[in-house]
Nanobody, 119 residues
Framework: QAQLVESGGGLVQAGGSLRLSCAAS????????MGWFRQAPGKEREFVAA???????DYAVSIKGRFTITRDNAKNTVYLQMNSLKPEDTAVYYC?????????????WGQGTQVTVSS
């Protein structure tokens, strides 16, 4: 069965960086669009970034220019490099696998990793 496992979250000061990883298993990774979403306390889950099998990307306006999504199809892993972090980036970050670059309708989800940015 498909499984997505996120790692790399933690506590960082504002202005710092973190790199999230998501290891996929049990699915044909290279055939899926991979996305990152986040959910802050008391808020709805929101789209962060997505990457197609060929490397095409899409970013939310709020993080564009600060975050970069990449993937390694040989390692079945997708990454989210987060720079210039702000306290408002604090959230649980989720990895997801879907069939299109639409910002919804993702089929598989990870359990999430907590990112906390202190001011």
């Amino acid at each position: 069965q498909a499984q997505l496992v996120e790692s790399g979250g933690g506590l960082v000061q504002a202005g710092g960086s973190l790199r999230l990883s998501c290891a996929a298993s049990g699915l044909p990774f290279s055939g899926y669009v991979m996305g990152w979403f986040r959910q802050a306390p008391g808020k709805e889950r929101e789209f962060v970034a997505a990457i197609s099998w060929s490397g095409g990307t899409d970013y939310a306006v709020s993080i564009k220019g600060r975050f970069t999504i990449t993937r390694d199809n040989a390692k079945n892993t997708v990454y989210l490099q987060m720079n210039s972090l702000k306290p408002e980036d604090t959230a649980v970050y989720y990895c997801a696998a879907g069939s299109s670059m639409a910002r919804k309708g993702y089929r598989y989800w990870g359990q999430g990793t907590q990112v906390t940015v202190s001011s």
